[in-house]
């Protein structure tokens, strides 16, 4: 399985962006997807993740109420509505897709959000 990002960029604190994952291979073997992050001298961060219908989402704290997640299974894609950006969310973001027996991650697009 293939995954790239799109969508990052430099954004204002308080603003909005939208990350976009397309997803490529074989992708009838993804399960749940997601996203992480990772910033400068930080660990990596999951900071949401969908099942593959799309019932069920998880986000981490520091994201909850801000982003929402979710996915196109007809058009391979899964998106990030990021809201109320904080200079705290600037990091490299990638998409992440798990499969039974494999996890795959994209190249990571970068949000920065200044202050």
């Known amino acids: 399985v293939q995954l790239l990002e799109s969508g990052g960029g430099l954004v204002q604190a308080g603003g909005s962006l939208r990350l976009s994952c397309v997803a490529s291979?074989?992708?009838?073997?993804?399960?749940?997807m997601g996203w992480d992050r990772q910033a400068p001298g930080k660990q990596r961060e999951l900071v949401a993740s969908?099942?593959?219908?799309?019932?069920?989402?998880n986000y981490a704290d520091s994201v909850k109420g801000r982003f929402t997640i979710s996915r196109d299974n007809a058009k391979n894609m899964m998106y990030l509505q990021m809201n109320s950006l904080k200079p705290e969310d600037t990091a490299v973001y990638h998409c992440?897709?798990?499969?039974?027996?494999?996890?795959?991650w994209g190249q990571g697009t970068q949000v920065t959000v200044s202050s």
């Open positions: 969908i099942t593959s219908d799309g019932g069920t989402t």
């Open positions: 992440v897709a798990d499969g039974r027996t494999f996890r795959s």
């Open positions: 291979g074989s992708t009838n073997s993804i399960t749940a």
